[in-house]
C-alpha cells in the first residue's frame, strides 16, 4: 500500500478539519437559536408569551429574516457574570422583509437576562439602528425587558443613551414602531415614547417610569402594574400606546398592517395599490348619516367608512381623546391621513387631549409625505376653569403649529357647524389648506347664532316687550346674514359647495391633482413649537 504524499496528506487533514470547523459553527448556532433552556422557553410560554425568535416569525415574511451578530456575548465581569456568557446577550437583531418591503427589527429575549439591557446588549441595537437609518427602512423593536442590567451599572445606563439619541435622529426620516410584549420601567420607557406609534398587548404588558413598589413607599398609594400602567391605561388614559390589542398574535398582524400604509423613509411615498373600489363611487348615504340640525350627533366612523376604500382605515389612538379620530386609509389606493370631529364625543369640540392626539398625527403624516384630509364639525374649543388651567392655549397651539407646518397636500371640508378659533385650528384655507370644501349644510361663524345673537342685540332684546320672539328674530336673521351656507363661499374662503354624495369622487380627483406639491419652509435649523 502506497502512503499519501505529505503534501496530499497535510491537504485531506486541512480538509476535515474545515468540515469540523463547519460542523461545530452550526451546533453553536443551533445552541444560540435554541436559547438558555427548554425550561425557560416553557416559563415565557407559561405566561402568555411567546418567545423573541416566534415573535420576529410572525412578524417578517417566511424565511426573510437575516440576524446580525447572532454570536455576540458580554464581556462584563463580577457578580458572576463571567460565568453567564450566553450567546444573543438577550437582543436579537437584524433585518428581513413584511410583504417584500425591507425592514429592521430587535426583539428582547427575557429568557436570557430577563431581556435587560447590557453593554454588547446596547452596542448591538445601536448598530441595527444605525443601519436601518443608513438603508433607510423602518425600524421595529419587539420590548420585553427588564430594563438596565444592574450588574453592568453606568454602561448600561449609557447604553439606553445611545438608543435615545438614535431615536431622535432616525424621527421623521423612518418610521420607528414599537412593540411592547412585556415590562418596560424606568428610562426604558423613554424609547417607545420617542417612536412613532407604540403597540400594547393587554396583561403582558406594562410602561411605567417608577413602579408599583416605589409608588407605594413614596405616596401610599397601592396598585398593581396593569392598574398603574398596562395597555388599557395608555390606551386610554395616558395617550402613551396608539394601539392595544389581547393578544401577541393580533398585535404583530396589526403592526404588519400599519406598515403596509407607511413609507419606507421620508423620501418616498406610501405603497399605493390599484384599488377595487370606483374613484366616482357616490355615496348617497352621506345625506341621512349627518343630521342638518347642527345640535343631533351622529357617528363621523360611518362617513370615514363611506369615503375610503372599501369602508377599511386604521384608527390611530382610537380610544384616546375620542373627540377627534384619526386615521389612515386609502383614498383610490393612495394612503391618507384623516383628521376628524367626532360629534358622538363631548360634541366634537377639541380640548387638550384631542388638541395634542391630532398635532402628532399631522406632524406624522407630514414627515412621511401622507396627504391629510381632514372633516371637520367643530363647535368651538371646550370651555372650562381645568381646560385653561391645563393649558387649552399652549396645547391647542401644537395643533395649529402642526397644520401650518405641513407641506404636503392638505384638503378641509366642513359637513356642518365650525365655529371660531377651532375652525381656524382645524386646517383652514387662511392657515393654508390647499382645498378647502363645504356641504350645503354648513355653518362657518365666531360662534352658534344664539350666542351671537345674545351678545350683538343684547340691548334690543332686553328692551322688547317679549324678549324671547325678539331673540328668536335675531337668531333668524344673524344665520340669514351670516351663517347660510354660501356666505364663505361668496368670499374665496371656501373653494366649493358639494353635494356630499360627490364627496369620495372630489377628494380623489383633489388628491391626484396635488400629487405632485412642492412647497418649502424657510431655512432654519428646527421650529421651535409650543410645549
Not at 453592568?152 to 445611545?162: D, F, P, T
Not at 412593540?179 to 403582558?204: H, I, K, N, Q, W
Not at 392655549?393 to 371640508?413: F, W
Amino acid at each position: 500500500m502506497i502512503s499519501p504524499a505529505p503534501a496530499e496528506a497535510e491537504a485531506e487533514a486541512e480538509a476535515t478539519d474545515i468540515r469540523g470547523r463547519v460542523a461545530e459553527l452550526h451546533a453553536v448556532r443551533v445552541q444560540a437559536q435554541a436559547g438558555p433552556s427548554e425550561r425557560a422557553t416553557a416559563a415565557q410560554h407559561a405566561k402568555g408569551k411567546l418567545t423573541a425568535r416566534e415573535r420576529i416569525g410572525l412578524l417578517l415574511d417566511a424565511g426573510s429574516f437575516q440576524e446580525v451578530e447572532q454570536l455576540r456575548r458580554h464581556r462584563a465581569t463580577g457578580f458572576g457574570l463571567e460565568a453567564k456568557r450566553p450567546y444573543t446577550d438577550g437582543v436579537i437583531t437584524g433585518w428581513g422583509t413584511v410583504e417584500g418591503r425591507t425592514v429592521f427589527v430587535y426583539a428582547h429575549d427575557f429568557r436570557i437576562f430577563g431581556g435587560a439591557l447590557g453593554e454588547a446588549h446596547a452596542t448591538k441595537i445601536h448598530k441595527i439602528m444605525d443601519m436601518a437609518i443608513a438603508a433607510g427602512a423602518p425600524l421595529i423593536s419587539l420590548n420585553d425587558g427588564a430594563g438596565a442590567r444592574i450588574q453592568e451599572g453606568v454602561s448600561a445606563l449609557a447604553g439606553y443613551g445611545g438608543i435615545f439619541q438614535r431615536n431622535t435622529k432616525a424621527s421623521g426620516v423612518i418610521p420607528q414602531i414599537s412593540v411592547m410584549l412585556g415590562p418596560c420601567a424606568g428610562g426604558a420607557a423613554y424609547s417607545p415614547a420617542l417612536t412613532d406609534f407604540v403597540f400594547m398587548v393587554r396583561e403582558t404588558s406594562q410602561m411605567f417610569i417608577t413602579g408599583p413598589d416605589v409608588v407605594k413607599a413614596v405616596t401610599g398609594e397601592e396598585i398593581s402594574q396593569n392598574g398603574l400602567g398596562g395597555a388599557d391605561v395608555h390606551a386610554q388614559t395616558s395617550g402613551v400606546a396608539h394601539f392595544a390589542y389581547d393578544d401577541e398574535e393580533t398585535c404583530i398582524a396589526e403592526v404588519r398592517y400599519l406598515i403596509s400604509m407607511l413609507p419606507s423613509n421620508n423620501r418616498e411615498n406610501p405603497p399605493s395599490y390599484v384599488s377595487g373600489d370606483a374613484a366616482d363611487r357616490r355615496s348617497p348615504a352621506l345625506l341621512d348619516l349627518v343630521p342638518a340640525d347642527g345640535n343631533r350627533p351622529y357617528d363621523m366612523h360611518k362617513v370615514i367608512e363611506e369615503l375610503v376604500d372599501e369602508g377599511d382605515y386604521l384608527e390611530v389612538h382610537e380610544r384616546w381623546a375620542r373627540n377627534i379620530l384619526c386615521a389612515l386609509a386609502r383614498l383610490d389606493g393612495k394612503v391618507v391621513g384623516i383628521v376628524a370631529n367626532q360629534p358622538q364625543s363631548l360634541a366634537g369640540v377639541l380640548d387638550i387631549e384631542a388638541s395634542e392626539k391630532a398635532a402628532r398625527f399631522v406632524q406624522m403624516c407630514d414627515a412621511f409625505n401622507i396627504p391629510i384630509v381632514t372633516l371637520l364639525d367643530v363647535p368651538g374649543f371646550l370651555p372650562g376653569v381645568d381646560q385653561e388651567h391645563g393649558g387649552i392655549i399652549r396645547h391647542g397651539a401644537k395643533l395649529l403649529y402642526a397644520y401650518c407646518n405641513a407641506t404636503v397636500p392638505r384638503i378641509s371640508l366642513i359637513l356642518r357647524k365650525a365655529y371660531g378659533g377651532a375652525y381656524i385650528v382645524m386646517d383652514s384655507q387662511s392657515i393654508g389648506a390647499d382645498l378647502t370644501y363645504a356641504w350645503p349644510t354648513n355653518e362657518i361663524a365666531v360662534m352658534g347664532a344664539e350666542g351671537a345673537a345674545n351678545v350683538i342685540f343684547r340691548r334690543q332684546i332686553a328692551a322688547a316687550q317679549d324678549p324671547q320672539a325678539m331673540r328668536a328674530r335675531m337668531v333668524k336673521e344673524y344665520r340669514a346674514e351670516l351663517m347660510h351656507p354660501y356666505y364663505a363661499a361668496e368670499r374665496g374662503l371656501v373653494d366649493d359647495v358639494i353635494d356630499p354624495a360627490q364627496t369620495r369622487e372630489v377628494l380623489i380627483k383633489s388628491l391626484a391633482m396635488l400629487h405632485n406639491k412642492h412647497a418649502d419652509l424657510p431655512s432654519r435649523k428646527h421650529g421651535n413649537p409650543p410645549q
